[in-house]
């Protein structure tokens, strides 16, 4: 069996602890903070800061743990999206700049990751940071959406969304030497990722591709909320014009509702309040 040891900072336990959540053991001692069971390793975290990694093949899982403590550090553009799996709503695409100072700011405010958070904290935590970040933002609205559906895919439609908020980004922070690292939140493979991009005429393509990647950096984390606050004022917004609080997400009761709204709704309307390709079964 191999053994590797690291020292963390302790800031960075919470990171580790959220990466690999679905893999927590029970802890041995008090000294301990986290211990993970991945398939044949096992990581010891403890509360003093030090870490080890043991069991075979070690390599890609040290690489992964000192990925989640040392890219968090530096300055990075990360890039997420909301409203892909609502029935109602936009969908809303944001890259999001963080420098030295935001990420700092970020991680003294405790802030984690937006899908373990209500739509008020998320609400307060935008509004807080939306002054003093840079980010590029994109609102496809379901008029859109639906004609787009027509001829592509929705990982298609993400795809192209991210090429161009993340350029639009690039361009807004003036970096032309292309030295600041591209975070995206991974939601198909990277080779089909750019295949869906084959007739843009500019692509960006020096992109850190990362599942769970708002463990790996803030500006990820950020850029999800800034795209679900946007996400939930729209959907708010939608409601309002038809005298109805429209629901998040697509379980059966959002179908039921959005069927019903097909009968009584004229197609124009219904069409800007709805992604229509979830095909409703009336």
């Known amino acids: ?10 800031d960075f336990i919470p990171l580790i ?32 800061g030090s870490v080890v990694i043991s069991g075979r093949d070690l390599l890609e899982t040290i690489i992964e743990v000192e990925t989640i403590c040392k890219i968090n550090n530096n300055p990075a553009i990360g890039s997420d999206e909301a409203g892909t799996g609502d029935i109602f709503g936009p969908i809303t695409v944001c890259a999001c700049y963080l420098d030295t100072k935001n990420i700092s700011d970020m991680r003294n405010s405790k802030i984690t990751d937006s899908k373990k958070l209500d739509d008020l904290k998320i609400k307060e935590i935008a509004e807080k940071f939306i002054p003093e970040v840079k980010y590029a933002l ?23 969304l991210h090429n161009q908020a993340i350029l639009k980004l690039k361009e807004k922070i003036n970096d032309v030497s292309d030295t ?24 960006y393509k020096n992109i850190d591709f990362r599942t769970k990647a708002e463990t790996y950096h803030k500006s990820v ?39 019903e709204l097909k009968k009584n709704l004229s197609p124009e309307q219904y069409l800007t309040i709805l992604k229509d390709n979830y095909r409703i079964d009336i």
Do not use: W
């Not at 069996?1 to 302790?10: A, R």
């Open 17 to 48: 602890k959220n990466f690999y959540r679905s893999q927590l053991i029970s802890l041995e001692n008090d000294y301990q903070a986290l211990k993970i069971k991945k398939d044949k390793i096992t990581i010891t975290v403890y509360n003093s």
């Open 1 to 10: 069996m191999e053994h590797y040891s690291l020292k963390i900072s302790q």
């Open 180 to 203: 600041i690292p591209v975070i995206l939140d991974q939601f198909c493979e990277k080779d089909k990722y750019f295949s869906y991009l084959e007739q843009e005429q500019k692509v």
């Open 138 to 160: 994109l609102v496809l609205d379901n008029k859109k959406f639906n004609a787009i559906a027509k001829k592509h895919n929705l990982n298609a439609i993400k795809a192209l």
């Open 221 to 259: 984390a950020m850029a999800s909320f800034i795209a679900r606050y946007i996400f939930v004022e729209r959907l708010s917004e939608a409601g309002k014009k038809i005298g109805i609080v429209l629901p998040k997400g697509a379980n059966n009761d959002v179908k039921k509702l959005a069927a």
